[in-house]
Every structure is written in structure tokens, then in C-alpha cells.
């Protein structure tokens, strides 16, 4: 979809963002696919990549995705994804002293995608008609100058490079006990049998791995939190004993802290005060 944006002829300053994450109060951040920022609009570009046959559900909200199999399946619905997201622009952007509406866009990737109900007021369209749709999209009134659109750049950039969503079940409000634990593939995440001490095998795929230890605590430290504790590393692992994580956990490369029951480890790149 990018290639087909650069194609376009825009005669105006234009920014282009992807895979943009912004901040709007200390613990609530939203992401947008592609964000485009003109002295004449704002707007927001959701890509979906959908096949066969979808249909719009307007109550509640929903997308029924129709496969040629016969089979479907609920999806949330993009555009009122786009309109949250237009929503929390609008306030990001007034927290700066602009204030403006922006706009959204749906673009189906697959071309051959079929659309049903599509409602009426909101754009869809397929990738290869996004330089027809933006060369269209040309309001007369300028709504931010240069100077507004390289400070914001500047804004979008930083916030981008600070961004952390890890550990990821906070970031997506999952409960982490509901993660499935024990060693597991890194291939199919099926449950390792262990073949002898040093190497560890897949009965579905087939693949072997020799430190599979090593991966349930890069897992722990993405997934769950930026610590581990010996009883949450026998939890995780499915260890028999305490023992047993504390040689892992020794052997990690972590950062061993405090004492006795109260001992816990953290990443060694990670600063601790």
C-alpha cells in the first residue's frame, strides 16, 4: 500500500507515517496504520487484508468474513476502529492547540475481496485506487502550515522511539494465566519432549531445540512483566523444582536482585533503580 501512496502526485507539503503510536494520557496509547498529514487534511489509513466475501453488520458493529469454504467469522469492525482512532487524533491533536476533524479511509489489500453492505458514508476502496483517491482529495482551505507540520513530524517521530508496548498482556489487557506455560516449540508452540540433557524435540513438527529455557524467559519478559521471581519461573516453565529455576535463572544472563525469599531478576539490559 505504500508503494501505491508514493505513486501519488500531491502538490502540497505531505508527511507520511506507518505503524504510528500515540499518547494521549500516561496509560492510554492507540495506533494507527498510516497516517498522512497535509497543509490541507489529516487522514487516517486503515489497511485490511481480507479475502473471499465480507459483509458489514451495522448493530451491533461487526464484520462477518465468508470464506468460499462456506466457513465465516466475527471480526471487529474496522471502521468503528477508525473512528475511535479518529476520536483520539482529534484529542492529540488538541492537546496542542489545533483544533481540526480528521479523516479516515478503509483499504481492502486483497483485491478481489467481495463487500457487502458496505455503508454508505464511510470510504472503502481497494489499494490500487488510493493515488485516484487522494489526487481527488484536495480541499482549498489550508487547515496547518509548514511550520505546524514539521513540528508535528518532529512529535509523531519522538513518540514513536519511546514507544514500548512490552509486556505485551498489559499493553492488550490479557490475563496472563491464561497464556499457555511449559517449554514449547518455537516453530508450532506445541508442548517439547526432552530427549536427553542438552536437546529437546517436537512431536508435530518435527524441530529440535537446544535451549528451550532460554526462550520461556525472553516469553516471560515480552508477555508477562519486566521481572521473575523463582516461584514464577517454576510456574511458567513447569519446573519440578525451585532448584531447577535457580540454576535457569543463574545461567540467563539476568540481573539478580535483593535477598532470600525477596530475590527476583531482571533483564541486564534494563536499568534499575
Known sequence: MDTYIERTQITHLTKIFT??????????????????????????????????????????????????TGTEAILDCPIHQIESNKSNLDEWFRQRGIHLKTSGLLVLANQKTKVKDAPSDFPIIYKKQIPFYLQKL????????????????????????????????????????????????????RQLQRENREKWSCELCGKNTVNPYSDGIKDWFMLVKNSITNEECRSFLKLKGSNAARYILSKSGLVKKGRSKATFYISSNRKQR
Open 19 to 68: 505503524d504510528v503510536h500515540l499518547r494521549i494520557s500516561p496509560t492510554f496509547t492507540f495506533q494507527i496504520d498510516t497516517l498522512i498529514i497535509t497543509e490541507r487534511y489529516v487522514l487516517i489509513v486503515e489497511v485490511k487484508n481480507l479475502k473471499d466475501i465480507v459483509r458489514f453488520v451495522q448493530n451491533p458493529p461487526h464484520l462477518e468474513q465468508i470464506f468460499e
Open 138 to 189: 484536495q480541499p482549498a482551505e489550508t487547515i496547518l502550515s509548514t511550520a505546524q507540520i514539521h513540528d508535528l513530524a518532529r512529535e509523531i517521530h519522538a513518540e514513536k522511539q519511546h514507544f514500548n508496548p512490552f509486556p505485551l498482556c498489559a499493553y492488550y489487557n490479557i490475563d496472563h494465566r491464561e497464556l499457555k506455560t511449559g517449554l514449547l516449540c518455537r516453530y508450532c508452540n
